[in-house]
């Protein structure tokens, strides 16, 4: 397998995951908005960050997979934020746990209604796309 | 021209600062002075401020304060397809790189073909036909 | 021993100063500025050694406080040694202060700085630098304390015989005829005062002046003229060149840049965070995982500190008991109830709400420490400058505005770092308008109550219309109040580095605890205050209508009315004076069920009250933290005044026209 081959199925697999991702967040907006079209999250933000890290990592793709630097930094930006979307919700479901059981000292508690959300699995997902960032150095400027 | 009219990716040597007071001053502490190597690296969002590299270091400027730096646009040399006819302007290095430099003939105020795009470059000045090294063609500057 | 470290600014001579030091260190201000002096000492050898740190200074100048306070102390207080601290990232422009420094004393250590980085974009030769500045020359990294040791032992028995500076023969000249000259004056370094002399310096001329020697005034400013015509530009562009020449020279000879012409990974990052059109998207996102992370982090510790200290009333009808219960019960062993009382269910309760939102100020510093250190912060105050400069402030206030929403008085202490003291106060003035997470937090509970339908919209109103009055009062304040020049904008963008833990807790610290110390005193002060007006006149109901509270209420009744305000949203504002987040428990105690609130207002009452609450004044805390940053009794009653006339106006207005529109009535 050379280079372009891997970094290709990388690119790949990262714009499938980000439209899957572009999905969710509009999901994710319209629920906010009120119109119950998903089962997901409501929340406008969180929305609006899954679109903009899918959209970076889209615009950069094509680029990326021509190995250059221009498109490289899109790409890499946007799985960033992606994987910072992900450590943050799982950060949040650790801290609600936490937070849960604490204000169920004295009580009675039913166990902790565990919800995971989509931006956790796609954390997951996402790391395996990090290929292209890690062979930086084999790509090239556009005027070369 | 004024430093506010390069565009991002251009570069200019420095031929003037005006300006008065604390924006003056400012200017030439962080080494904006005549001579200097100023290259654009991007504009913000809304076109100012604006970032530029300057010896190495990346500053970070409003268009009203650019206004006030007067600058000759220049091309590195790697940039110049075979063919063109160019004259040097500026040598971005330090003694050794600029002796080494005129004993090839590439001196500021001379003129210099390219012969064969960068890299490794051709060229040829009055003193015959020479190779150029990436690292040198991205140090010579050229109009 | 006494050493003195100068440099510019972010290169790391805290860091330096903190690896020299240790805990060994004193933070005050210069004498009668509002720069801050750090000193300290530490121990090499056997030998007791003083530090100083002086002010970053990207030259030495008489033109800022900073430059004046760091030239003066090398000349007056005549160091041992001085210590130019380096960023060898950033070598050249590095290098001009040390040609300032070498006119100034010969006696320096440089310290490269920064140096494993500097590796990786540069090959360096420090033998060769050592023999063309002739003095010592040490690579460190100062925030893992690699070479600290050998920096001190060349302080300590480093030898200098630095180089002298030559300017062209035709300046050169004239300096060493003033230089004579002021020889006969008997002043310390008559050299470095005959340079600065011909570069027409303000403090060295009055200084010259005063010792009466007008005459070599007049031939100073004569050789200056000559000078400027044979080179054809002004005195201080010319030394400048000069200096800077020796540097690029220097610079050249000892660095070799590795990589020409290739991309780095702060050039990739910047390629897209500056983009047009995704720039300010992924500012937005950043702020939202930021502030969500320090939101939902910070929620288990508040509530462990609540319960621990509260307790807890549980559902079943039973109650623990906190600290403060238990305090209570103790004290009132040996102790009238009442004494007890004050003292733990005022003045300890008061202590408790400091230590619970503590957990969102230090996250929240954490936040704002790791976002600096990595260099991000730079390229928010690139983006913003030119939408903040329409307010009347510069791109790097954006931070303080933003930090308002988690809390106002880290953001107030925030705008330490707007250099400009009319930005500065500017930027202070509008801050107290950006709910911050108490406020948010009454919200969401008014609102969970009152509009639960629409509760994200109605919030969302508010926190924009914030906003918009935080842009048309920036703007206005700008043109009027708080009219005035601007600081040039001539920023550094440091290369993306990613942060060490070390160092960002030590800030954290650092900035928590001048919070702690400041806001925790004031509201302990604030809940025995509020415990006296519920508890007095002696043996009425708590916090009940015969109270003195009560009374007030009933008294501002009438006046809460044209506002739709009842008297028990009057005493539940009271209370918000000293914590925001109490309005919450007021009104579950003076209503007892969520339903007998709702069936008390009317909707546009409710609304109109948060808009009030939005507005009217902030919290003590932060009223201390204005006047801790001002100094100004008159600037903290300016903003409580903006406050209620917004409150009043706002609540008014909407009150009024949803009441004649028949809207939520």
Known sequence: MNLKFKIGLSVVYASILSVIALCIGLGEIISFIGLPIFPSPADMIGGFSLIVGASLILYGARDTIKLLYSGLSFYIVGIAIMLGIGLLHITILLADILDYYILCIGEVCQAYPLQIRPEISLFFLYLFSIYPFLSRFKFRREEE | ?143 | MLIALAGNPNTGKSSLFNAITGAHQHIGNWPGVTVEKKEGFAIFEGEKIKVVDLPGTYSLTAYSLEEIIARDFILKEEPDVVVDVIDATNLERNLYLLTELMELTDRIVVALNMFDEAKKKYKIDVEKMRKLLGLPVVPTVAIKGVGVDDLLREAVRGTFHPKKIDYPEDVEKRIEALENLLKNLNIKNPRWHAIKLIENDGEVRRKIASLGSKNILHMAEHMRHEIEDIYGDDIETLMASFRYSFAHGLFHEVAVPLNVGGVTITDMIDHVIAHKIFGLPIFLVVMYLSFQFVFTVAAPFQDAIDLIFNGKDLASGGHINGLIDLSYNWMASFLPAWASSFINYGMFRGLAAVLTFTPIIMLLFFILSLLEDSGYLARVAFLMDRLMRKIGMEGRGVISLMLGFGCNVPAIMSTRALKNERERKLSIALNPIIPCGARIQVFAFLTSIFFKENQALVLWSLLLLSMAVVAILGYIYSKTIFKGEGEPFVMELPPYRVPSLKGITIHMWEKSEGFLKKAGTIIILAAGIVWLAAALPWGVEFGGKESLIGQFAKFMAPIGAPFGITPEAIIALFFGFFAKEVVIDVFSVLYGSKDVLLAAMSPIQAYSLLLFILFYTPCVATLGAIYEETRSLRFVLFVILEGFTLALFFSFLVYNIGSLLGVGV
């Open chain 2, 1 to 143: 021209m004024k430093l506010s009219e390069l565009k991002p990716g251009e570069t200019g040597v420095i031929t003037g600062v005006s300006g008065s007071g604390s924006i003056h001053r400012r200017l030439l502490s962080m080494g904006i002075l005549p001579g200097t190597i100023i290259k654009v690296a991007r504009y913000s969002p809304f076109g100012d401020p604006i970032e530029y590299e300057i010896r190495g270091v990346f500053l970070s400027l409003r268009r009203s304060e650019a206004n006030y730096v007067e600058v000759e646009k220049i091309v590195p040399l790697y940039l110049i397809p075979p063919g063109e006819k160019v004259k040097i302007v500026v040598l971005d290095g330090g003694v050794g790189f600029v002796r080494n430099m005129s004993r090839m003939g590439i001196i500021p105020g001379r003129e210099v073909e390219v012969i064969r795009p960068c890299c490794p470059m051709v060229v040829r000045t009055n003193l015959g036909e020479f190779y150029i090294g990436r690292g040198e063609a991205y140090r010579i500057y050229v109009r």
